[in-house]
C-alpha cells in the first residue's frame, strides 16, 4: 500500500522568506502526486498535482513542487511566503487505482 | 449555492446514539469520499464510493455505515457513537476516477460525551 510521510509537522517561517514544505511518497510502478492546503476553519483545496508529463509543477499563487522519481519526493516551495500563505498543507499519492493517500500535514505559519 | 454541502456543521452526541452526517453535492460527480481529521493522523479514508449503490471501505471503516441511493447524496452514520470518534469529518467529491481532483465540504466538527 502506497504512504506518504511529510517530514515536518511544523514550519515556521519570516514574511518574504522562502519555503519548502517535504513530502517523500512509497515508491510504485506510476504515481500522481497532489498537494492539497487548508485554511483555517475549513476544507481542503487543491493547491497544484502531478500527474504527467514536465516534473516541475505551479500554483497560481506562486507555489511549486517538482515530482523526484529516483528520490520518491514531491517537495513543495515557495520563493517569498506571505502571512496569507499561513495554513496545514497535505501531500497525497494515488497510483491511479487505489484511493489518495494523505501524509499527516505541515502546518506552515508564517511570522510577520 | 452549486457545490458540496455537509450537515450539520456542528454536533454534540453521547456515546451510544446513533448520528447521521449528511454530504450533498450538487455537481453529479461519480465518486464520494468521507475523511476523518485528528491531530497527528492528518486524514484518514473512512469510506468512497464510485458511483450510486457502490461503496467500498477506506484505511478506518469500523463503527461506520454508509450509503448512497442518489448520486448526489452520501450520508455516513455512526451506529452507536463511541469517544473515539470524536473528530472533524470531511465530505469529497471527484468527476470520474481516483487520481482526479477532490473537493471538499467545510466539514462536521463532531463531539461524543
Known amino acids: 500500500a502506497q504512504s506518504v510521510t511529510q517530514l515536518d509537522s511544523q514550519v515556521p517561517v519570516f514574511e518574504e522568506a522562502p519555503v519548502e514544505l517535504r513530502c517523500n511518497y512509497s515508491s510504485s510502478v506510476s504515481v500522481y502526486l497532489f498537494w492539497y492546503v487548508q485554511y483555517p476553519n475549513q476544507g481542503l483545496q487543491l493547491l497544484l498535482k502531478?500527474?504527467?508529463?514536465?516534473?516541475l509543477v505551479e500554483s497560481i499563487n506562486g507555489f511549486e513542487a517538482e515530482f523526484n522519481k529516483s528520490q520518491t519526493s514531491f517537495h513543495l516551495r515557495k520563493p517569498s511566503v506571505h502571512i496569507s500563505d499561513t495554513a496545514e498543507y497535505f501531500c497525497?499519492?494515488?497510483?491511479?487505482?487505489?484511493?489518495?493517500?494523505f501524509g499527516k500535514g505541515t502546518r506552515l505559519s508564517v511570522i510577520a | 449555492d452549486a457545490g458540496i454541502t455537509q450537515s450539520p456543521r456542528y454536533k454534540i452526541t453521547e456515546t451510544g446514539r446513533q448520528v447521521t452526517l449528511m454530504c450533498h453535492q450538487t455537481?453529479?460527480?461519480?465518486?464520494m469520499f468521507w475523511y476523518r481529521q485528528d491531530l497527528g493522523h492528518g486524514l484518514r479514508l473512512i469510506y468512497y464510493?464510485?458511483?450510486?449503490?457502490?461503496?467500498d471501505k477506506g484505511e478506518v471503516p469500523d463503527g461506520y455505515v454508509v450509503s448512497r441511493s442518489k448520486t448526489e447524496n452520501f450520508p455516513l452514520t455512526l451506529e452507536s457513537a463511541t469517544r473515539s470518534q470524536t473528530s472533524v469529518y470531511f465530505c469529497?467529491?471527484?468527476?470520474?476516477?481516483?487520481?482526479?481532483?477532490?473537493?471538499f465540504g467545510p466539514g462536521t466538527r463532531l463531539l461524543v460525551l
Open positions: 497525497a499519492v494515488s497510483s491511479g487505482n487505489t484511493p489518495l493517500v
Open positions: 455537481w453529479s460527480h461519480s465518486y
Open positions: 469529497a467529491s471527484s468527476p470520474r476516477g481516483l487520481k482526479e481532483t477532490q473537493y
Open positions: 502531478y500527474l504527467s508529463g514536465s516534473t
Open positions: 464510493s464510485a458511483a450510486a449503490d457502490i461503496t
